[in-house]
């Protein structure tokens, strides 16, 4: 595994994002592990994971499969909300690139400004970049790419992604490969349950051991359901 998703994996741990138990998510599965990225709640945190997330998306602009010219980060509520605008300070920070940033509102405001879009007013021709934490079944991105589109005429270039559960969506294949094939949406993640498996298994971080037989066994049992 590259560096900087050895890193991220470790970020995880150390903030309290991953944690391993007993959890019911959105999809209504039910899992022994939980990616959340709400735990990301300092000044120093969200630096960090802004700037991890600004290095996948330069990283995929680089290997070509990222326009450069995005024009738009468009963070899904709500964890999204936050994750975008980290990231987008990153990539001014560190990039040199000042990219838009936006978000909905749950419901549209029939005063002030009004409307259902806060931040970045979308246009047509804009080229926006979607932001999210996880994906499990798919469900956020459903939802938020009808608000997109009903703004205005604008190419959806890719979504960015902390984990890939690589979990099933509607179907038998993947939540990232139905979004794919029915909306023509790429998914980046920064790192899958896969690597994140290898890189803690039987390791020791802040001296014990993150991901040991037992809990191995269990995201095993998870993945012949669900992935």
């Known amino acids: ?60 602009m680089e290997l070509g499969f990222i326009p450069e010219d995005v024009s738009i980060l ?19 920070a560190g990039y040199d690139r000042d990219i838009g940033c936006c978000f909905n509102r749950k419901e549209a405001k029939d005063h002030g400004e009004g409307g259902s879009i806060v931040g970045y007013r979308l246009k047509d021709g804009d080229k926006v970049l979607m932001i999210e934490d996880v994906i499990t079944a798919g469900t956020a991105v459903r939802e938020t790419l009808p608000v997109i589109k009903a703004q205005a005429d604008v190419e959806i270039c890719g979504l960015i992604i902390s984990v890939d559960r690589m979990e099933r969506g509607k179907g038998e294949k993947t939540a990232i490969q139905e979004i794919q094939e ?30 040991d037989d037992e809990i191995k066994e269990r995201m095993e049992d998870y993945f012949k359901l669900y992935c």
């Open 1 to 60: 595994m590259q560096s900087c998703r050895k890193r991220f994996v470790r970020f995880l741990i150390e903030s309290g994002a991953l944690t391993f138990g007993d959890f019911t998510l959105k999809s209504g599965r039910k899992s022994p592990y939980m990616i959340n990225t709400g735990k990301f709640d300092s000044g120093v945190s969200l630096s960090r994971l802004g700037c991890f997330y600004a290095h996948g998306i330069y990283e995929q």
């Open 74 to 92: 468009y963070g899904s509520p709500y964890k999204g909300i936050t994750i975008a605008t980290a990231t987008a300070i990153a990539m001014a």
């Open 182 to 211: 029915e909306f023509g949406i790429n998914t980046f993640p920064i790192v899958t349950v896969r690597e994140i498996i290898d890189e803690l298994y039987n390791v020791k971080v802040g001296g014990k051991v993150v991901i």
